[in-house]
């Protein structure tokens, strides 16, 4: 069943903007399948299409792509970069913080300092990742660092969001940020006015993320009206200075 047909949120037509618009009656609140203890899905919605946070940040992706070029380092994996990046990709490189991930190709911790990184990639990919590093502000200053003069990363962090218990075992799932947040970490690492910072989410796209419900199951219209006061995710284009 779509979320655009679950009872209590959606009628077609007319009535829809009635529904979506106006408060019910104290008591008369419907709230339907999500009348419920446990999410809809436990995986973010990967079982059931493409999970919220990643159709916000794969839009951001692909707005910024002409950034990804050059020699490219993606955390984890480098679906993005080779997706996004194609054939100006000269170089691809996957970070992951220790051993036995069997696509990295560079090991390291990105809230300490690598003398071996500093000036290194034309593109950093770092999606969702901020929230696993207890040393954000750390992690941020590396970011600018690594990269040439020039060089873009492009970042993004969960707002409203649910806690991945494989990374909580593994390294800790530590923060949820603000856009304020990110002006001022980017502005302390990057310089005052470089990063560009853009908000998703709105109550239902919020909603309807934290029961693990595909951006499919929801009109793109919806996901796409912005509501600052409900940040799904945050997104940053920070640009290195040209510092000669």
Known sequence: MGVSKVRGWYRSGRRWLIRATRRPRIGRVQLGDLA????????????RGL???RFYIERFLA?????IRGRVLEVSNNDYTRRFGGARVAQSDVLHPFEGNPRA????????????????FDCIICTQTLQFIYEARNAVTQLHRWLKPGGVAL????????ISPEDMR???DYWRFTDAAMHRLFADAFGEGVAEIEVFGNV???????HGIAAEELQESDLLHADPQFQVITTVRAVRRDET
């Open 36 to 47: 419920r203890l446990a999410p809809i899905s436990r995986d973010w919605g990967f079982d």
């Open 51 to 53: 999970p919220i946070d």
């Open 63 to 67: 707005a910024n792509a002409a950034d």
């Open 105 to 120: 190709t560079v090991i390291a911790d990105l809230s300490r300092p690598e003398k071996r990184l500093e000036g290194s």
């Open 155 to 162: 970042v993004s962090v969960p707002g409203i969001s649910q």
């Open 170 to 172: 593994q390294t800790g």
């Open 204 to 210: 239902l796209a919020s909603m309807a993320f934290l």
